[in-house]
């Protein structure tokens, strides 16, 4: 697990037959066989270590569904090692599990910070967008972002120097992809009131849940949870 908070920019050594090599001198120093590494969100096991060089396994799976089919050698990508039991989570929980690839659709400066928009074009999990809300984070390439407003596929971040600077993003141009993690507790919520309804749906054959107590309608329903804040 991790947080979305950057620790490094490492650079791609290598790519090559299921195994990626990293430069990362600062992770490296302490690594050990079989951590997990996040590289651009991507959570990823060690497997050899060479000084500051990292290896990492990754299956044609992770290949084609991540940006690890774009990157090129000498790309500066964001490193986290896995939290320990004592570390400060100062971003939120991220698993290294993504949910898909967006694509940077818009970026410009705005005052003290950048302004980024990301379109949704290739998702693990066509609910996605059910998990994206306002205020609400998301990780990008790894980085522990608010979202501030969403409209149909594309969703806006603001950027702090700080973060601006220190990760990859400074690097990112119009047209660049970039990994996508939803927040897992979003995700569990709704999957889970998801479960309620269509079970409740599939019992009673109506459109609202029956209710076990006393045999009426529940009024569990998504206007109901739209309507009252919920969603």
């Known amino acids: 697990m991790f947080s979305g908070i950057i620790k490094e920019k490492g650079v791609v050594k290598s790519i090559n037959k299921g195994i990626l090599s990293i430069i990362a001198p600062l992770t490296g120093r302490n690594a050990y066989i079989g951590q997990s590494v996040a590289v651009n969100g991507l959570c ?11 290896f990492f396994d ?3 799976e ?15 990508v964001n490193i986290e090692p896995a939290l320990s039991a004592n570390s400060d989570i100062s971003g939120h929980f991220v698993l290294g599990h993504i949910d898909g690839i967006g694509k940077i659709v818009f970026k410009k400066p705005a005052n003290n910070s ?13 609910d996605i967008k059910n998990y994206l809300i306002k205020k609400g984070s998301i990780a990008i390439d790894g980085i522990s972002l608010t979202i501030n407003e969403f409209k149909n596929d594309v969703f806006f971040v603001s950027i702090i120097p700080l973060t601006y600077n220190e990760t990859n993003l400074s690097f990112k141009k119009i047209g660049d992809c970039v990994n996508l993690e939803s927040d897992i507790l979003e995700k569990t919520i709704v999957k889970r009131v998801d479960d309620i309804i ?22 569990l329903t998504y206007e109901f ?3 009252n804040g919920y969603l």
């Open 44 to 54: 990823l096991t060690v497997r050899k270590i060479n000084y500051r060089e990292l």
């Open 58 to 60: 990754f299956t044609p």
């Open 62 to 76: 992770t290949y084609l569904a991540s940006t690890l089919r774009y990157f090129k050698i000498g790309e500066k």
């Open 114 to 126: 950048f302004v980024m928009g990301i379109k949704i074009f290739n998702t693990i999990n066509d």
């Open 198 to 219: 269509r079970n409740g749906n599939e019992k009673t054959g109506t459109e609202r849940p029956l209710n076990p107590n006393n045999g009426t309608y529940s009024g």
């Open 225 to 227: 949870l739209s309507e």
